[in-house]
């Protein structure tokens, strides 16, 4: 019988403590079975783009820590047995779903990222609620799809689970053996995670009860041998991922917190609520601590694991979980249950709202021995297992509790400073001068994105007017979703709805919902909403998931405002009674849900006295806005009709100094950029106003075109360029006079999409109609701005950060002419050995996520956690962005 290797259950080397849970036999792997991505993981000479489509034992959820899944370890698997590879691995699953679901966003979360092999696990969900012909047949239609684009499919049987009546083994067996039919029929390789599993279990079932962080999830112990299963199934060989160890830093929202001078809401069990807020401060002088006491005198496991069930209500910033030596359990199972069980609480449900460590029971209550050791030694696998930070003692060192804390934190908030930046493992861009300290012969630039066609024409009846004002985009369930503004002939407005697969070619539904003419065959979905715009609120329920800031003008100044409505598909809409903001600002207001914040943000029209921009925060949104109302206000319309917005709200951005006489900022365009660190972008329309009659042709008239404003929070803004961001077209095309952008932007595999209104018509012209067009630009991903040197060669330095992961990406583009190098240096300035400007590999070409290799080794997890500054030596080459990856 062939033989293969099965992960040790834990395999630690944590501070000198060592232990080994044994190995197991496995069915020896088969020769590679997706050739096409063997071969690009040995040739290196681009990232391999891999997506794990799932259910939540795909996504990262708090059974593997809430921050990495296996995902991330089988791009460190493959890596491992490809060195020349760069493997970028995504992840594509979502809780409860099922392959039904995975078909309905495949397009959006698989196919739209253009991958190179996907690895699809499903089976968990579908035995409960899919019947099995159904099943089978959603994976082949997935494998279909996937084929479609050139992507290569590995089929994943589901890790086995505890019999239980909801899903019983003999089902699971049932649908495993469904997999392995729909394999055979599309000839499609799989990765048997349950066989794999079920060896485990078989020779040692506490072995895989250790691998388990509930009855159907694995911990990162059982992610990890999923990673190492799915790696052996591609590659044909075993690799083992047992030393890899937690993410680094392993406080990373303390870490923000800290740095940014807030306040940071400590849960802590005993003795550490005592003295934990004082260690910090030993760490950061400055740091301000909100303490909260977790009781666990007297408690035993099972109990502990009850009060655990208030983290997720009082949602603190960071969780300190010591559980003590006495906690009393029954039995090793109890044990076990009750201590994952702990910490599985003490984390939020998906990928983390906060910071969590644990300190093992040795550190409380040192020189522990028989059953009591044991237990110590079983509460570090299992913290191990959960891949969170762990305090520990080393056998022999007799320090105090609160010594060895001091230690840890400092290591882990080694960028709590000021003068030290927190990348983490995020994507950093290059849109003003945070990351550049000292610099030789380097500039910043915007870079202004393709524009790539016309979306949509104005070919409806009530379109006929025009359109292009008011656009809205979102990417939801599977496909492209817009809303615009149109109107007729007769002054008669509406929003209207369309859809696209790709985000290039859009449809007009026929929705039947709002009568138009005496039908109801057209894409409307609002009448009298003037000036709307739409946003996917992520922390709404399911009813309200959708939400349009719209205007009601007069007759009557005690309605007319701002409201908004809401709606669970983006179609059917329910308008809030409340009026959220009583004054007119006119233009297409715009608000979001801001993630980083956690608040409610609405960019508005203010006029002082010409058009800038406004920003409003509130945690509820369908409440009334916050505002100062001014003694006299603003009347552009009449004294007898409602006031617009002036200084009742902070103004953030307005034309200044630099630009045109006559000129002001018609609309924000604002977002929260989604994919990088502290971003956010605005798409202002500049307009230059033409002379008012009788010198000018028409009253309020002049062109507009696009301009882009950056800014790490969203309040401080800066304009990096004069120049349009979005330029107008030539002197007969549809976008000649004026442009707008619309709110929202889209990923498209390897291009970001956004889409604006352009017109051939001046702002005041009249007389005109069947006017308008809705059109598409694209730009890469994080490519708005970017660190440029001339042909001649410049420097940079960053300021000093730390970071975690394991090699260091960058998004650049040298042409066939461009060439760079960068070092790491420590926190002297001083080049590290092995990774010096000679010693690294030399740049170029043109790529998303370059990988740095200094002398063939890309490795840089040495230096994880600890301050370093990046050295770039560029000539003739643009760099957007980096990030350090796993």
Same mark, same amino acid.
């Given at each position: 019988?062939?033989?293969?290797?099965?992960?040790?259950?834990?395999?630690?080397?944590?501070?000198?403590?060592?232990?080994?849970?044994?190995?197991?036999?496995?069915?020896?792997?088969?020769?590679?079975?997706?050739?096409?991505?063997?071969?690009?993981?040995?040739?290196?000479?681009?990232?391999?783009?891999?997506?794990?489509?799932?259910?939540?034992?795909?996504?990262?959820?708090?059974?593997?820590?809430?921050?990495?899944?296996?995902?991330?370890?089988?791009?460190?698997?493959?890596?491992?047995?490809?060195?020349?590879?760069?493997?970028?691995?995504?992840?594509?699953?979502?809780?409860?779903?099922?392959?039904?679901?995975?078909?309905?966003?495949?397009?959006?979360?698989?196919?739209?990222?253009?991958?190179?092999?996907?690895?699809?696990?499903?089976?968990?969900?579908?035995?409960?609620?899919?019947?099995?012909?159904?099943?089978?047949?959603?994976?082949?239609?997935?494998?279909?799809?996937?084929?479609?684009?050139?992507?290569?499919?590995?089929?994943?049987?589901?890790?086995?689970?505890?019999?239980?009546?909801?899903?019983?083994?003999?089902?699971?067996?049932?649908?495993?053996?469904?997999?392995?039919?729909?394999?055979?029929?599309?000839?499609?390789?799989?990765?048997?995670?349950?066989?794999?599993?079920?060896?485990?279990?078989?020779?040692?079932?506490?072995?895989?009860?250790?691998?388990?962080?509930?009855?159907?999830?694995?911990?990162?112990?059982?992610?990890?041998?999923?990673?190492?299963?799915?790696?052996?199934?591609?590659?044909?060989?075993?690799?083992?991922?047992?030393?890899?160890?937690?993410?680094?830093?392993?406080?990373?929202?303390?870490?923000?917190?800290?740095?940014?001078?807030?306040?940071?809401?400590?849960?802590?069990?005993?003795?550490?609520?005592?003295?934990?807020?004082?260690?910090?401060?030993?760490?950061?002088?400055?740091?301000?601590?909100?303490?909260?006491?977790?009781?666990?005198?007297?408690?035993?496991?099972?109990?502990?694991?009850?009060?655990?069930?208030?983290?997720?209500?009082?949602?603190?910033?960071?969780?300190?979980?010591?559980?003590?030596?006495?906690?009393?359990?029954?039995s090793q199972d109890q044990f076990l249950h009750a201590y994952t069980w702990v910490l599985n609480n003490a984390l939020s449900f998906g990928y983390q709202e906060w910071d969590c460590m644990a300190v093992v029971p040795s550190v409380t209550t040192p020189a522990l021995e028989g059953d009591a050791l044991e237990r110590d030694r079983l509460a570090r696998a299992l913290i191990w297992a959960q891949d969170i930070g762990m305090v520990e003692r080393n056998e022999g060192d007799t320090r105090a509790p609160e010594e060895l804390l001091a230690p840890w934190f400092r290591a882990q908030l080694a960028g709590a400073s000021n003068t030290v930046l927190d990348a983490g493992d995020r994507t950093q861009l290059f849109m003003d001068s945070r990351f550049i300290a000292e610099s030789k012969n380097i500039t910043v630039q915007i870079n202004p994105p393709a524009k790539a066609g016309v979306a949509i024409l104005p070919d409806k009846a009530w379109e006929s007017g025009d359109i292009g004002f008011c656009v809205s985009v979102v990417q939801h369930e599977g496909e492209y979703k817009m809303w615009y503004l149109a109107r007729d002939t007769a002054n008669n407005y509406c929003q209207c709805f369309a859809r696209s697969q790709d985000g290039r070619t859009w449809e007009k539904p026929e929705l039947g919902l709002i009568e138009y003419q005496g039908v109801k065959n057209n894409n409307i979905v609002l009448t009298g909403a003037m000036e709307t715009t739409v946003f996917l609120d992520p922390v709404a329920p399911p009813e309200q998931r959708f939400k349009a800031v719209s205007a009601m003008y007069w007759p009557d100044?005690?309605?007319?405002?701002?409201? !908004?409505?809401? +709606?669970? &598909? @983006?179609?059917? %809409? $329910?308008?809030?009674?409340? =009026?959220?903001?009583?004054? /007119?600002?006119?233009?297409?207001?715009?608000?979001?849900?801001?993630?980083?914040?956690?608040?409610?943000?609405?960019?508005?029209?203010?006029?002082?006295?010409?058009?800038?921009?406004?920003?409003?925060?509130?945690?509820?949104?369908?409440?009334?806005?916050?505002?100062?109302?001014?003694?006299?206000?603003?009347?552009?319309?009449?004294?007898?009709?409602?006031?617009?917005?002036?200084?009742?709200?902070?103004?953030?951005?307005?034309?200044?100094?630099?630009?045109?006489?006559?000129?002001?900022?018609?609309?924000?365009?604002?977002?929260?950029?989604?994919?990088?660190?502290?971003?956010?972008?605005?798409?202002?329309?500049?307009?230059?106003?033409?002379?008012?009659?009788?010198?000018?042709?028409?009253?309020?008239?002049?062109?507009?075109?696009?301009? !882009?404003?950056? +800014?790490? &929070? @969203?309040?401080? %803004? $800066?304009?990096?360029?004069? =120049?349009?961001?979005?330029? /107008?077209?030539?002197?007969?095309?549809?976008?000649?006079?004026?442009?707008?952008?619309?709110?929202?932007?889209?990923?498209?595999?390897?291009?970001?999409?956004?889409?604006?209104?352009?017109?051939?018509?001046?702002?005041?012209?009249?007389?005109?109609?069947?006017?308008?067009?809705?059109?598409?630009?694209?730009?890469?991903?994080?490519?708005?701005?970017?660190?440029?040197?001339?042909?001649?060669?410049?420097?940079?330095?960053?300021?000093?950060?730390?970071?975690?992961?394991?090699?260091?990406?960058?998004?650049?583009?040298?042409?066939?002419?461009?060439?760079?190098?960068?070092?790491?240096?420590?926190?002297?300035?001083?080049?590290?050995?092995?990774?010096?400007?000679?010693?690294?590999?030399?740049?170029?070409?043109?790529?998303?996520?370059?990988?740095?290799?200094?002398?063939?080794?890309?490795?840089?997890?040495?230096?994880?956690?600890?301050?370093?500054?990046?050295?770039?030596?560029?000539?003739?080459?643009?760099?957007?962005?980096?990030?350090?990856?796993?």
């Open positions: 019988m062939r033989k293969y290797c099965l992960i040790a259950l834990v395999m630690l080397s944590c501070a000198g403590w060592w232990t080994e849970y044994g190995t197991a036999q496995t069915p020896e792997a088969p020769a590679p079975a997706v050739s096409k991505t063997v071969e690009l993981l040995k040739a290196g000479q681009e990232p391999v783009r891999i997506v794990c489509l799932g259910d939540s034992v795909t996504g990262v959820y708090y059974h593997t820590g809430g921050r990495r899944a296996y995902t991330n370890m089988l791009a460190i698997a493959l890596e491992r047995l490809y060195p020349a590879a760069q493997v970028d691995a995504f992840n594509a699953g979502i809780s409860g779903h099922t392959t039904l679901d995975g078909l309905k966003r495949l397009e959006a979360d698989v196919l739209a990222r253009k991958p190179h092999l996907v690895t699809v696990m499903f089976g968990l969900n579908d035995m409960t609620r899919v019947p099995l012909e159904a099943f089978e047949a959603n994976l082949s239609t997935i494998i279909f799809r996937c084929r479609s684009i050139g992507a290569e499919v590995l089929l994943c049987t589901p890790n086995s689970v505890t019999d239980t009546p909801e899903r019983p083994i003999v089902k699971l067996i049932e649908y495993t053996a469904g997999i392995h039919r729909v394999s055979e029929r599309e000839q499609a390789p799989v990765a048997d995670c349950y066989a794999a599993f079920e060896v485990v279990r078989a020779k040692d079932p506490l072995a895989w009860q250790r691998m388990m962080s509930d009855e159907i999830h694995p911990n990162m112990v059982g992610h990890k041998y999923i990673a190492e299963t799915i790696a052996a199934a591609v590659s044909g060989r075993s690799v083992s991922l047992d030393d890899v160890g937690p993410p680094q830093p392993s406080l990373p929202r303390t870490l923000a917190l800290l740095k940014e001078g807030k306040p940071v809401r400590v849960l802590a069990m005993p003795p550490y609520d005592g003295f934990a807020a004082a260690t910090l401060r030993t760490v950061v002088p400055e740091a301000r601590v909100e303490m909260t006491s977790w009781p666990v005198e007297g408690m035993t496991l099972p109990q502990l694991e009850e009060s655990a069930k208030m983290v997720r209500e009082l949602k603190p910033d960071l969780v300190v979980v010591a559980i003590p030596a006495d906690a009393k359990a029954d100044p005690q309605k007319a405002g701002l409201y !908004l409505w809401t +709606s669970p &598909d @983006g179609l059917n %809409w $329910t308008q809030s009674p409340v =009026r959220v903001f009583p004054l /007119l600002p006119d233009t297409a207001n715009q608000a979001f849900y801001d993630t980083r914040l956690k608040k409610y943000v609405a960019n508005i029209r203010v006029w002082d006295p010409l058009r800038k921009i406004g920003r409003v925060e509130m945690d509820n949104i369908l409440e009334p806005w916050p505002h100062v109302p001014l003694e006299k206000p603003y009347y552009i319309w009449g004294d007898d009709k409602i006031p617009v917005s002036s200084r009742e709200v902070p103004i953030v951005l307005g034309c200044d100094e630099k630009d045109p006489p006559n000129t002001d900022l018609y609309n924000a365009a604002c977002i929260q950029y989604p994919w990088a660190d502290d971003a956010y972008f605005m798409f202002p329309s500049l307009y230059r106003h033409f002379p008012e009659p009788p010198v000018g042709k028409f009253g309020n008239d002049g062109y507009l075109d696009i301009h !882009l404003a950056v +800014s790490r &929070d @969203g309040v401080t %803004w $800066t304009r990096p360029s004069r =120049r349009p961001y979005v330029p /107008l077209g030539l002197e007969d095309a549809l976008d000649a006079s004026q442009a707008y952008m619309g709110v929202g932007i889209v990923r498209s595999g390897d291009a970001l999409y956004q889409y604006y209104g352009g017109y051939k018509s001046t702002h005041g012209e009249t007389g005109v109609q069947g006017i308008g067009s809705i059109q598409r630009v694209e730009q890469r991903p994080d490519g708005f701005m970017y660190v440029e040197a001339p042909q001649e060669g410049g420097t940079f330095t960053t300021p000093a950060l730390v970071f975690s992961g394991r090699r260091l990406l960058l998004n650049l583009d040298g042409s066939a002419g461009g060439t760079g190098k960068v070092a790491l240096l420590d926190g002297d300035g001083n080049e590290i050995a092995g990774h010096t400007l000679a010693e690294c590999d030399v740049l170029g070409a043109n790529s998303l996520a370059r990988k740095v290799v200094w002398k063939g080794v890309s490795d840089v997890s040495g230096w994880a956690g600890k301050p370093v500054r990046l050295r770039f030596e560029l000539k003739a080459m643009k760099l957007f962005s980096f990030r350090f990856a796993a």
